[in-house]
């Protein structure tokens, strides 16, 4: 059975809140009718395509791919914090995918239902497929981060 290190434990029952508090602000998002949506996810667009047109790229970005990207991004930070939790409790990054899978996944399911009761939003299973997806690149990325570190430790 894994235990919290003593020296770690107040940084690991501030990172866990912040896990929390970050999946009570993804379900806040999905309680958003389609239309403050809407309206919000057309100002990151055009923000967004100023800063490529200020930078000379020819990217097309729509709406689609703004929308999209969010649920990626927002569950990649996700899987990052969950990891860093789960780290935090027992210093190991494999013995946690179980529980950081699950969790993603269970965050993912319940964010589709919550979009099911505002005027005008749906659930989408390939958003959860998607969710996922990006909590997987999460836990991907902080896995990378950690064995740089160990490996730079070890020099």
Not at 21 to 32: A, D, E, K, P, V
Request: hydrophobic share 50%.
């Amino acid at each position: 059975m894994s235990r919290i290190i003593p020296k770690r434990k107040f940084s690991f029952i501030t990172l866990a809140v912040i896990t929390a508090l970050y999946i009570g602000f993804i379900w806040w998002r999905s309680t958003l009718t389609a239309e403050d949506s809407t309206v919000e996810s057309i100002g990151v667009l055009h923000f967004l395509k100023g800063i490529c047109k200020s930078l000379g790229l020819g990217v097309e970005l729509t709406d689609h791919i703004v929308r999209k990207s969010a649920h990626f991004c927002e569950f990649a930070l996700l899987g990052c914090l969950s990891s860093w939790t789960g780290y935090l409790y027992n210093h190991r990054v494999l013995r946690n995918l179980t529980t950081v899978g699950f969790v993603s996944l269970a965050v993912a399911v319940v964010d589709e239902m919550i979009q099911l009761a505002p005027v005008g939003r749906s659930a989408e299973v390939a958003d959860v497929v998607l969710d996922f997806s990006g909590a997987v690149a999460g836990v991907i990325f902080f896995i990378i981060i950690v064995s740089i570190v160990k490996l730079f430790k070890k020099s």
